[in-house]
T-cell receptor, first 112, second 118 residues
């Protein structure tokens, strides 16, 4: 069965600092992995996705994630945080029937 | 092109009342989904549909029913609301899933419906 664990329900960084949001997955099939962002009072928006092409995936708004099979990880990073990055971030993995399995979410706070 | 829309945005119900949430998409997607979002639990799949006239149970289907009479619409019903159904409900749609050739499309989400059951 597939599952996703996001380490840290809340992450706080200063504006301009590195953003690192952690995601580990478990999958019995080659995984397809996603990061979604949810701004306050809005739906989820796709940041980036890994579908077995390149292990380093670049997304919108300067975010990127690296697929590491040996570590079963798909951590999300951004070199320099902006105030507008404050949101909730969800990592997700596809199940073997194509449905998405979501992590618990990580709330990113950006301090001025 | 509105994408995925949900009606209503907010609703307060009393225990035992019924209601229907409407999801509409204008992207001609085959697949549609209903999720609920609760603090610390991420999104959990309630029901989904792989085409007009079809529905299937997800992870947490109890207490909900769905219908997909038209391709563009996916309805979520609560026959007898309970406080445990207080949540934010999201609808999503996508093209058909396929492992072949790595073709996997994105799920597009609606803005959500915030439901409170007293």
């Amino acid at each position: 069965a597939q599952s996703v664990t996001q380490l840290g329900s809340h992450v706080s960084v200063s504006e301009g600092a590195l953003v690192l949001l952690r995601c580990n997955y478990s999958s019995s099939v080659p995984p397809y992995l996603f990061w979604y962002v949810q701004y306050p009072n809005q739906g989820l928006q796709l940041l980036l996705k890994y579908t077995s092409a390149a292990t380093l995936v670049k997304g919108i708004n300067g975010f990127e994630a690296e697929f590491k099979k040996s570590e079963t990880s798909f951590h999300l990073t951004k070199p320099s945080a902006h105030m507008s990055d404050a949101a909730e971030y969800f990592c997700a993995v596809t199940s073997n029937t194509g449905k998405l399995i979501f992590g618990q979410g990580t709330t990113l706070q950006v301090k001025p | 092109n509105a994408g995925v829309t949900q009606t209503p945005k907010f609703r307060v119900l009393k225990t035992g009342q019924s209601m229907t949430l409407l999801c509409a998409q204008d992207m001609n997607h085959e697949y549609m989904y209903w999720y609920r979002q609760d603090p610390g639990m991420g999104l959990r799949l309630i029901h989904y549909s792989v085409g007009e006239g079809t529905t299937a149970k997800g992870e947490v289907p109890d207490g909900y029913n769905v219908s997909r009479l038209k391709k563009q619409n996916f309805l979520l019903g609560l026959e007898s609301a309970a406080p445990s159904q207080t949540s934010v409900y999201f609808c999503a749609s996508s093209t058909p899933f396929s492992w072949r050739g790595g073709m996997l499309d994105t799920q597009y989400f609606g803005p959500g419906t915030r439901l409170t059951v007293l």
